[in-house]
């Protein structure tokens, strides 16, 4: 029973599947000229869509632990690509923003997103799209609900 466990398993074709979708737009990023990893790119995908989130929101989010993000923004503070400013509400907390730099770039990493998922779906119909997407939500979700009652 080794081939259900290792070919066909949906968490190894998953894995399998997200290690190439990291590898070809590490690889689209760089040969662009930016000094951006996947990683960082997680990051910065949810601050694009909402500014000044604090680290928990986006850990949150990003479905990464607090240490992780930690680490992630404080690289991507070294780049100067985000700033964490404290919260006037609430001293204990910092909100994340993207910097000029980073809103200058947006557009650009947008761009090659956009066409790294249209190579992914090449050859691929809508409907076929649609069904993958609704099957990988479902999974999240199961994972989601046991995550919640452990």
């Not at 607090?66 to 006037?88: C, G, S």
């Not at 609430?90 to 809103?103: F, G, I």
């Not at 650009?108 to 190579?119: H, P, S």
């Amino acid at each position: 029973n080794f081939e259900r466990v290792i070919d066909t398993s949906i968490a190894y074709l998953v894995g399998r599947t997200s290690r190439a979708i990291i590898k070809r737009l590490t690889k689209k990023f760089a040969d662009a000229g930016f000094d951006v990893s996947y990683e960082q790119w997680t990051i910065l995908i949810h601050l694009y869509r909402k500014d000044g989130q604090t680290q928990q929101e986006l850990s949150n989010i990003a479905v990464k632990d607090k240490a992780a993000i930690t680490r992630l923004l404080n690289v991507l503070e070294k780049k100067n690509i985000v700033l964490r400013i404290p919260d006037r509400t609430d001293k204990r907390s910092k909100l994340v923003y993207l910097t000029h730099k980073a809103k200058a770039f947006q557009n650009d990493l947008m761009a090659l997103v956009e066409e790294m998922l249209q190579e992914a779906e090449q050859g691929i119909s809508l409907e076929e799209m649609a069904q993958c997407k609704t099957t990988l939500n479902k999974i999240f979700a199961n994972f989601e609900r046991l995550n919640v009652s452990d």
